[in-house]
C-alpha cells in the first residue's frame, strides 16, 4: 500500500512537472501573432544598417540615446503599425511618443499635405493665406468659452515657452508655478517648468518658477483606492467618504503652504497637464486641478492647461481639462494636432493675446500651410472614424486587461490612465514601491521588441511603461499587448 501511494505521488509529481514545463515553455517562447493586416510595405533600399549605426554615433548629436540595445531602423509605417528594414512588422504602442494621433501615413491626411504641397510650401504669415485661417476656425470651434484666439508654432515646448510670456505679461506678475514630476519641454525657458530631475542641465533655469508637491494618489504621501479618475485605481487604502478626497484637500494644503511662503501676493499663472506624460501618466486625485485654478486666480495668475499629450480625443474627451470639469484660461497644443507633422499652438482669450502687442512677436514657420492642411485632416479624420469614442472602448479595455497583470506579478506596482493614455509602473515589490531597475526595465522593453511590440517607458526613474499608441487601434491589438507584456514579464519574474 505504502509502495503505491509513493507511485502515485511520483506520478503526480512527474504530471506536474511537465504541466509547469509546458506552461513556462507557452509563456517563454511561443509568441502572440500580430493581428493581420492586408497593407504591404514597400522593400527597404536604403543605406546597410551598421553604415546607419556608424552614421548616428559620429554624426548625430549623442544627447538622445536610442531606446534598444539592438536598435530598430524603420522603413515604413501605416496606420499602428510600423515595418523594419527587414521586412518585420511591429505594433506602435507609443506612437512616436504620443504623436501619430491618427495613424502612421494615415491615407487622408497624407494626401491632404500632398495636396497642399502641390498648391503652396511655404508662406509667411504676414500674407494672407486660406488653410491657416481656415484651420483657426475649426480648431478653436471645438474649444470652450472665449479661447477663440490662437498663435502657432512648431513644437510643445515653443508653445509652453509662448505661454510662460502671454502669463507674465498679461498679469504684469513674474512667478509661475508648476508641479514635480512635470514636463512641459525643453527649450531654455519652458525646461524651467520641468520637476523631472533627469532632464537638468547644470545651466541656470527656472528663474521665477516654483514646483509645488506632485499630487499622485500611488507614489505621493497621499492617496488610495477611490481617488483618481480613472477605471483601475490604486491598491492603497482609502478614507475618503461620499463627494470627499482626503488626499486632494493634502495636496492643495501644500500648494496653498508654496503660495504663502515662496511667492508674491500676486503671480503669473499655474501650468499643469491633465494625466502627466513623460513623468509616466500620473493622474491627480479627483477635484484637484478644480481647487488648484480657483487658488491661482484668487492671487491674480493664470490657468494653463498643457495639452499636449492628452489633447485631440486620447482620453475619451476631446480635451484631457474637460475630465477636470476646468476652464482654462490658455491651452497649449501639439503632438497629434498635426499627426507627427511638426505643428503646435498656443489658444487663448484676446485679452490675454493682446498682451503681446506691445513689442513684435513672430515665427517664420507659423501657420505652416502644410501643417494647417495635414492637421485640419486629423480632426475630419478623428470625426469621421470616431477616434474619440474608440479611445475611451478599447482604452477602458486595455486597461482592465492590464490591471490583470498587477493582480498576477508582484513587480507590477501600478496601472493608470484614461483612454489611451495609459501608465504601467514597474516596481521591485509591492510594498516598497521601490523602482524596479533599468536594467530589468529595458530586459521587458526588448523581449516586448522582439515579439512585434513597441512601448514607451518615462517616469522620473523611467519604471513606467507609456502605453500611447495611435489611436485607431483594435481590441485585437490590445490583446496582443497584453500576451506580449505578459510573457517578457513571466520571462523576468521566472514564473
Not at 477611490?226 to 478626497?245: A, E, F, L
Request: proline share 4%; glycine share 10%.
Amino acid at each position: 500500500m505504502f509502495r503505491r501511494v509513493v507511485q502515485v505521488l511520483v506520478s503526480y509529481r512527474k504530471s506536474l512537472s511537465n504541466d509547469l514545463t509546458f506552461r513556462y515553455y507557452s509563456n517563454s517562447v511561443t509568441k502572440p501573432t500580430l493581428p493581420s493586416v492586408s497593407f504591404e510595405p514597400q522593400p527597404y533600399k536604403g543605406p546597410n544598417y551598421n553604415d546607419v549605426i556608424k552614421s548616428r554615433n559620429t554624426s548625430i548629436n549623442p544627447c538622445v540615446q536610442l531606446l534598444y540595445q539592438e536598435p530598430i531602423m524603420v522603413n515604413q509605417g501605416y496606420m499602428q503599425y510600423i515595418w523594419d528594414y527587414t521586412g518585420k512588422r511591429y505594433l506602435d504602442m507609443f506612437g512616436g511618443i504620443v504623436t501619430v494621433s491618427v495613424g502612421h501615413c494615415h491615407p487622408k491626411v497624407t494626401k491632404a499635405a500632398v495636396d497642399q504641397m502641390h498648391k503652396l510650401w511655404h508662406l509667411t504669415n504676414l500674407y494672407l493665406h486660406p488653410k491657416m485661417h481656415e484651420y483657426a476656425k475649426k480648431l478653436t470651434d471645438r474649444l470652450p468659452g472665449d479661447l477663440k484666439v490662437c498663435y502657432f508654432c512648431n513644437s510643445g515646448s515653443e508653445a509652453n515657452d509662448l505661454a510662460i510670456q502671454l502669463a507674465r505679461l498679461h498679469t504684469g506678475a513674474f512667478d509661475i508655478i508648476s508641479l514635480r514630476n512635470a514636463y512641459h519641454g525643453a527649450t531654455p525657458y519652458s525646461i524651467g517648468l520641468c520637476g523631472i530631475g533627469t532632464w537638468k542641465h547644470s545651466f541656470p533655469n527656472g528663474f521665477g518658477i516654483h514646483h509645488a508637491m506632485n499630487p499622485d494618489p500611488y507614489r505621493g504621501l497621499w492617496g488610495g483606492s477611490n481617488c483618481r479618475d480613472s477605471p483601475v485605481q490604486t491598491d492603497r487604502k482609502c478614507s475618503c467618504g461620499v463627494d470627499q478626497c482626503v488626499a486632494c484637500d493634502m495636496y492643495i494644503g501644500q500648494l496653498e503652504e508654496l503660495l504663502s511662503h515662496s511667492l508674491a501676493k500676486k503671480i503669473a499663472g499655474f501650468f499643469a497637464e491633465s494625466i502627466q506624460g513623460i513623468g509616466g501618466a500620473v493622474q491627480f486625485p479627483k477635484g484637484y486641478l478644480k481647487k488648484a485654478y480657483k487658488i491661482i486666480r484668487q492671487r491674480g495668475g493664470l490657468c494653463i492647461a498643457d495639452e499636449v499629450q492628452t489633447g485631440f480625443g486620447r482620453t475619451g474627451k476631446f480635451w484631457g481639462f474637460l475630465q477636470h470639469d476646468v476652464m482654462p484660461d490658455i491651452v497649449t497644443l501639439a503632438k497629434g494636432m498635426g499627426n507627427g507633422f511638426p505643428f503646435a499652438a498656443v489658444i487663448t482669450r484676446k485679452d490675454i493675446a493682446d498682451s503681446l502687442t506691445d513689442a513684435l512677436t513672430f515665427n517664420t514657420y507659423s501657420g505652416n500651410p502644410i501643417a494647417c492642411a495635414a492637421a485640419s485632416a486629423v480632426l475630419d479624420v478623428i470625426d469621421e472614424e470616431k477616434l474619440m469614442e474608440n479611445s475611451h472602448h478599447v482604452g477602458t479595455y486595455l486597461l482592465h486587461s492590464l490591471s490583470k497583470l498587477r493582480r498576477k506579478y508582484e513587480i507590477v506596482g501600478d496601472v493608470r490612465g484614461k483612454g489611451l493614455m495609459i501608465g504601467v509602473e514597474m516596481v521591485m515589490d509591492k510594498e516598497s514601491k521601490k523602482p524596479l531597475s533599468k536594467d530589468k526595465i529595458s530586459a521587458i522593453l526588448e523581449d516586448a521588441k522582439d515579439m512585434g511590440l513597441l512601448l514607451g517607458r518615462g517616469g522620473l526613474h523611467g519604471n513606467v511603461f507609456r502605453i500611447k499608441p495611435p489611436m485607431c487601434i483594435t481590441r485585437a491589438d490590445a490583446d496582443f499587448c497584453v500576451s506580449v507584456m505578459d510573457i517578457a514579464i513571466s520571462k523576468l519574474s521566472g514564473i
